[in-house]
């Protein structure tokens, strides 16, 4: 196995942790995960729709993830839920901390805001790292032409 291969397979798995770990915690405490929201200040009055839709949103990121033909969607969503969610953190540690509230649960919670800020930008890396590996690994293989330097697709031969 390539190791292209191979990381892909390692983003993608703790990609799929996040998302199953983040929306289970959701789901599990469902009456906290609702009064986090409806104290945080950013998301006045889309609590209700926040309630079933980030759940929702992150367990589809990670079937997507996890059936192959649907992968690269996964990967793609896990970029934008990543960038979103970095962008809140970012808001709460630079602009405003009275609005912070963290839905996240378990022990993504029990980081401080910096460090919740540094995971979340290395997990933003890891999607965009995925959706580079993916994109690569469907090109297929080129090899150089010795006699005209041209690369040439070896399958339309």
Known sequence: ?????????????????????ASLGKLV?????????????????????????????????ALALIFKPARIYGLYLSAGLMLAFTGYVFYVVYIDQSKATCTCGGVISAMSWKQHLIFNVAYFILSITGIYLHRTSLQ??????????????????
């Not at 405490?29 to 950013?42: E, P």
């Not at 005209?148 to 697709?153: D, H, S, Y």
């Open 1 to 21: 196995m390539k190791t292209r291969t191979i990381a892909l397979e390692i983003i993608t798995a703790l990609l799929v942790l996040l998302w199953v770990y």
């Open 140 to 157: 297929p293989p080129t090899t150089v032409n010795k006699n005209m330097g041209v690369a040439e697709n070896p399958q339309t031969e």
């Open 29 to 61: 405490d469902y009456h906290a995960f609702y009064r986090q929201l409806a104290w945080n200040k950013v998301v006045g009055g889309y609590e209700d729709f926040l309630f079933y839709f980030l759940p929702g949103i992150e367990l589809i990121a």
